[in-house]
DNA sequence: CCTGCTGTGATACGGCCGTATCCAATACGC
DNA sequence: GCGTATTGGATACGGCCGTATCACAGCAGG
């Protein structure tokens, strides 16, 4: 056993812990024995990383955001089509279960979605860690030629909060990701019509 | 039949008491002691009315399901406008927390949702108590005069998901009812342009 | 009147929780 | 090479949880 661990490493391991209980049974199965039995270590090394089990719970969020968002930027950058329309919509099918990365990113942060609002660290964290997506679509929306009359602001409302609700569905099971996929391209085509 | 006193009625008080303390404190505040002592009653009696907690949070949601479809076939006869928009609009306006009745609605709803899709038989309340409102709004949709191009499941598919999730965001405090009223105008208006 | 079922109280039990404490092993600075 | 800060194991503590048990009141039907 080596003196010197690289704690952020040690704290990244674990946190993918919390995010597996979480993802298959929901945070209220997330405890520090739950936690340092599925990250193979004992219950006093999680104690000792994160010290209290808020501190855990906001971390481990505060990782998957960082890597959500490193995620995005990389398929922004990787895509081929980089009309307004390709990108606004890559930035929306990051919001669904299409893989399992994202899967487990959504499966997570409906896990944390009620403890949200009765914990207000959690609240802050959950809040705080991602910038607003509407305000990134309605720029984007507003830099288009849209049809006579499209209001970017009530565009990119709807679309984000409807994709965000339908992601959820998908896991769910009351739709698949082809309907969704089907329902996002048919506003698109709305909105992008040549 | 009972001896004395009306089971139906007390189940339905101490399940109001679920409501309030989920919707306060979310899911993990409830308690079989927490919600004896906000009923006002022993915590024998819930074991009594309600046999184990499963059973309680089950019925408690039921509860309030069969409240919710009340209150709406209410608002629907009552409201004066019977045209297709109108119709459309307070099946869609019942999904936010336009009165305290809405808002415990949607804060029990959002406390319990997270446990859904650990519980089997939680899941199968929360999803089998209620009509699924797309299906709905797709055949209001098909009844109505379009643009044309307009497809009423995609239509009806983003409207439900996206105020469904925008009414989340009034109660964190991300949007104002107004702006979310502002957002599904637009679309009303979009959709049923004369 | 008594037997028995319904309704209610008080309390006990075993379990998991978050956190705290005590202690052992390591490896680097000196 | 030795002390000491860092890393980690084992275990204890107090608390809340869901559920079970024991006791007992009052009305019902014989």
Redesign the interface.
Known sequence: MPHRTDHEQRRREIAAAVWRLAA??????VSMREVAADAGVSLRLVQYYFETKTNLLVLALRYLHERGEQRTQARLAAQPDQSVRGVVRTLLTELLPLDPERELSL?VH?????????DPRLAYAF?HDET?IEDLITDLLHRATLPA?A?P??EA???V??????GL?V??G??TAG??L??LD??LD?LFQA
Chains 1, 2 share one sequence.
Do not use: K, Q, W
Not at 24 to 29: M, P
Not at 110 to 118: C, D, M, P, V
């Open positions: 298959d049974r929901g945070l209220e199965a499966r409906r896990a944390y979605f009620s403890r949200t609002h009765s809040v607003p009359g209001h602001r009530h409302n709807l679309l909060a409807g994709i965000t609700r339908l569905d896991l769910g009351r739709f309907e969704v089907a329902t048919y506003h709305r």
